[in-house]
């Protein structure tokens, strides 16, 4: 199975009771090691994620996981992580190990990788709770390991520590620096212009369903002349 | 006749003698509605988690079908089921009738859609707060509703306790099918008919009570599921 290298978009048309909600002629993602999605709420970037991850289908357009379109053999290599984490009435190892299983994998293999993507996340002492008993920011750190243990080409987050507190959003951001160090593509929704700047090689800025720009971090924030990105950046396009 | 006072003191006396009849009474209709409820159980948690989580255009009919199945009257569940199983009926070679086999069947057509309601009703939030993340993870459809069968089972459980109330409680549809046979299909609520228009209201009484407290337990178990369900922060 050729691994997913980058997800790209064409054409892609998305409307809600006849207003257009998303408008993508086309987009590349995965060709930085970490692409950011900025915007103002309502922007589209939660629905381009989701049409990027298959989870919807567009009314128009077409999106190819690497060279051919999404398929469920492929379904785990793209994962997506969302800000409020949705976990299993279970153990904390027992969420890890059933996306394993789901994965292909046999449960004494899926027993051992899960145990090591909870130590590898600083939850080792909690393998054993129940993943409704554990506080938010824990919960959404384990939902991370359960994505990464996976071992996906491509990692989505949405809003993913927009919930959590700053110690959970500075384990977070450690584990995806790891994680994009050991080759995996992430591509993050954040209102956090901070977290930005200190994650992403690429941002990508959208508006009233739009791809506005498409640039390399630096040149977005220090150099960009697109109008519309420097009102954002400005803190003037609140809507 | 006896005064109220002296039925109500010899049915304590006889329940609390656990009686040879009494006990009779009361293991056979555990049996029949335990039965019940585990073939009830084993159609209508499927079919309820089926109908929670398709997108067949069928579903919005299935639903007005299975709740308008709630309501069924047990006499004419009793009916029907006697007249497939008497001697003329389709399933009269198997000579089912007057058995406790009857009754089951009667108990189970009465309760099933309940579970299924219960169970599509409680399934249907989970599902949509798992659908995405299952999605995800490549879990096909006999995976999805394995899944949320096990993320719902304690309000499932409650399904099934509602659904075992219901069996004990009922008399119409046993009565019929299963002929209230003394040693034989005789159950608590067929007996407390019975025996109240012979006017042995003692036994009567202790059927009754047992049936009272077997209701009270069924209650409080659902209460306490239900509040340790909110507890530990479940959909259901």
């Known amino acids: 199975m050729l691994p997913i290298s980058s997800i790209a978009a064409q054409d892609l048309l998305i409307q809600r009771g006849g207003r257009v909600v998303l408008n993508v002629p086309e987009l590349v993602v995965g060709n930085s090691a970490c692409t950011a999605i900025v915007g103002p709420n309502g922007a589209g970037k939660s629905l381009l994620v989701k049409t990027l991850c298959a989870l919807l289908k567009p009314d128009q357009g077409c999106v190819n996981w690497g060279a051919s379109s999404p398929d469920l053999p492929r379904r785990f290599k793209v994962g ?25 994998l046999d449960a004494d293999e899926a027993s051992i990788r899960a145990n090591e993507a909870l130590q590898a996340a600083g939850l080792g002492a909690l393998i054993d709770i129940s993943a409704h008993r554990l506080s938010g920011g824990e919960q959404q750190r384990l939902a991370l390991a359960r994505a990464l243990a996976v071992k996906p080409d491509m990692l989505f987050l949405d809003e993913a520590t927009a919930n959590v507190d700053p110690a959970s959003t500075q384990a977070i951001e450690e584990q995806l620096r790891q994680a994009i160090k050991d080759g995996l593509t992430v591509v993050f929704v954040s209102h956090d212009m901070g977290q930005v700047k200190r994650l992403a090689d690429e941002v ?5 369903g739009n791809v506005i720009e498409q640039s390399l971090r630096s040149e977005f924030f220090e150099h960009t002349d697109n109008p519309i990105s420097r009102s954002w950046l400005a803190g003037e396009i609140l809507l | 006749m006896q005064s109220f006072s002296e039925a109500l003191l010899e049915a304590l006396g006889l329940v609390l003698a656990f009686d040879g009849d009494l006990r009779e009474i009361i293991l ?25 989580t398709t997108q067949s255009r069928l579903r919005p009919v299935l639903l007005t079908i299975v709740s308008a199945l709630m309501g069924l009257p047990p006499v004419v569940v009793g009916l029907v089921v006697y007249l497939l199983l008497s001697n003329a009926g389709a399933l009269g070679p198997l000579q089912l009738l007057y058995t406790p086999t009857a009754m089951i069947i009667a108990q189970s057509i009465l309760i099933t859609p309940i579970v299924i309601a219960l169970t599509r009703e ?17 879990v096909g459809s006999i995976g999805l509703i394995k899944t949320l069968l096990w993320e719902g089972r304690n309000g499932l459980f409650t399904a099934l306790l ?9 008399v119409g549809a046993v009565i019929i099918v299963g002929g209230n046979i003394n040693h034989v299909t005789r159950v608590m609520t067929t007996s407390i008919a019975l025996e109240t228009s012979k006017g042995n209201l003692a036994l009567a009484l202790g059927l009754g009570i ?27």
């Open chain 2, 162 to 170: 509602a659904g075992f109330g219901r069996a004990i409680a009922e």
């Open chain 1, 204 to 208: 990508i800025l959208m508006h009233h």
């Open chain 1, 80 to 104: 997506l992580l969302l800000q409020r984490p949705v976990l299993l009435n279970r153990s904390a190892l027992k969420n890890i190990t059933y996306a394993l299983q789901a994965s292909g």
């Open chain 2, 210 to 236: 047992v049936l009272v407290l077997l209701a009270l337990l069924v209650n409080a178990a659902v209460i306490m599921l239900g509040s340790y369900t909110a507890r530990s922060g479940r959909y259901s």
């Open chain 2, 28 to 52: 056979l209709s555990l049996k029949v509605s335990l039965s019940a409820v585990f073939f009830a159980a084993l159609v209508g948690l499927p079919a309820g988690a089926w109908l929670a």
């Open chain 2, 122 to 138: 409680t399934l249907a939030g989970l599902y949509e707060h798992h659908r995405e993340q299952l999605s995800l993870f490549g």
